[in-house]
């Protein structure tokens, strides 16, 4: 297939995006002499708030000076200038955006009232990566119970390389070579009562933490059924020193939790950025028909949100309804495939699907950023399949980083699964040191961009 004339596009001035700018404002202050070497600068969410931008762009403005060594992070405390008097660069890396700056703001930010989860931020490419560094203090043995999906069941290449396994078996290396117990209970292939059973006998010997693997596998029922069941047994007097900690996609839970996550809009944000580098203005996102609702559709929402973001920043116009990327109903900039039912194959019959959908439009988009590597690649080959030349016609960039991106030579986000496990790993450590702290911690690591030959730049538009 030949695709016809593509749509004309308004012409655009893309500024500097936000994030640069204010790191540059950030350096500002900091060669004035405004703030000096020692100085802890406001939590991120102050910081956000002073320069009108979501809390995930001042996050990524804050990686930049903190990896260079202009701001250095401290677990637990804040955000500090650097200075001469700082002896390691792992004193500058483990924690970014902090919600508990203390102290006078110096006429920069009204003080208030600091929130009750310190929050890190963390670069999967670097020492950033251990987000959580666990120092020389020893620990006693403890037994850590892990809920993930397992199942031998789902072998590659139809399971997708499950990532709660990889993930929860970046965890259990870490916390047994440092001589404490691991029991899995398999979420997977099963009925979710026998799982709360299952969860409850590996409880009843006692455990000093739970790590829970929240992969997407079960329906929003059974997550909810789970969640209710967790937090039934964690009112219980047994368990009221248990740790719980969350690698996940940043769902609320109705119990407390430390969460390790990575930030799902930074990603897509990051691929739409590389594709406005590239020339391309006619982009779309494609995404599966998943329900709003759904547990599934929560993660996708998140990418659609800072795929559109990427607009924003980039001085780009959200017309019409898209102003609101919170409103799934006014995503104009969204293709869908139609309901697919779920399964092992969904997601590459999802992508077959969407491809389906684009061809019988008047004219086609210069790229396309998909929800996950397995509708990509399922889309690039039904779009070449049809002769569109990919990317001579159509640029197309996945996310997550799976099996089927390298086989397909597919640009894509790198999602740091290992590093979730062992960033979880090093804070339930951590947490072990300290369990008295009464902090609830959130890691968020950045996933990156992987440029391969799906990728290139915009064919004219005459």
């Known amino acids: 297939m030949t695709p016809t ?23 500002r202050r900091i060669r004035s002499g405004q703030w000096a070497p020692g100085y802890q600068i406001p939590g991120r969410r102050e910081l956000a708030k002073h320069y009108n931008v979501e ?57 208030s009232a600091r929130g009750e989860v310190a929050s890190v931020v963390a670069d999967s490419g670097s020492a950033l990566s251990q987000a ?3 120092r020389v203090s020893a620990v ?32 259990e290396r870490e916390v047994q070579s440092k001589g404490h117990s691991t029991h899995i209970v398999n ?15 590996s409880l009843a010997p006692g455990a000093d933490v739970i790590a829970y693997f929240a992969d997407g596998s079960l329906s929003i029922e059974e997550v909810a059924h789970v969640n209710r ?27 407390p939790a430390d969460t390790v996550t990575f930030s799902g809009a930074l990603g897509s944000q990051m691929a739409t950025e590389y594709l406005l580098s590239l020339g391309h203005r006619d982009i779309l996102f494609a995404a599966s028909n998943a329900a709003y609702s759904s547990y599934q559709s929560s993660w996708e ?52 699907a969407a491809w389906k959908v684009l061809r019988e439009r008047s004219t086609l988009p210069t790229a396309i950023v998909a929800a996950n590597d397995q509708f990509a690649c399922a889309f690039v080959e039904a779009a070449r ?12 960039i996945g996310y997550d980083d799976r099996y089927c991106s390298a086989a397909m030579n597919l640009t894509t986000i790198h999602v740091p699964v290992e590093e979730l496990g062992m960033a979880a790993a090093n804070l339930a450590l951590e947490t072990l040191r300290t369990p008295d702290s009464g902090v609830i911690s959130e890691i968020i690591l950045k996933p990156s961009l992987v440029v391969r030959g799906t990728t290139g730049p915009a064919r004219r538009l005459d």
């Open 5 to 27: 004339k593509p749509l004309a596009t308004k012409s655009r001035s893309f500024a500097t995006p936000a994030y640069l700018r204010i790191e540059e404002d950030l350096r």
């Open 140 to 171: 006693a043995p403890a037994r850590f119970v892990l809920l993930a999906g397992v199942t031998p069941y789902r072998e590659l290449p139809t399971s997708g390389e499950l990532w709660s396994r990889r993930a929860s078996s970046s965890f």
């Open 301 to 352: 929402r998140e990418r659609i949100t800072g795929f559109y973001r990427a607009f924003f920043e980039a001085g780009g116009d959200w017309e019409g309804p898209d102003r609101d990327p919170t409103d799934p109903a006014s995503w104009t900039k969204v293709v869908y495939a139609p309901p697919i039912p779920s399964g092992q194959q969904m997601w590459f019959q999802a992508g077959e």
């Open 132 to 134: 959580v560094e666990t």
């Open 229 to 255: 069941f967790l937090a039934g047994l964690l009112r219980d007097e047994r368990y009221q020193q248990t740790r719980v900690i969350r690698v996940e996609w940043s769902l609320a839970v109705p119990y």
């Open 385 to 396: 399949a049809d002769g569109v030349d990919v990317p001579g016609e159509l640029s197309v």
């Open 55 to 111: 809390v995930n762009t001042l996050q990524r403005a804050l990686l930049e000076l903190i990896e260079d060594g202009t701001l250095r992070a401290e677990k637990r405390r804040g955000t500090f200038v650097a200075g001469p008097e700082f002896e390691s660069v792992a004193d500058q890396i483990d924690f970014a955006g902090d919600s508990f700056a203390r102290g006078p703001m110096r006429g920069f930010l009204d003080d």
């Open 187 to 201: 979420l997977m292939d099963r009925p979710v009562a026998e799982s709360t059973r299952d969860i409850a006998a």
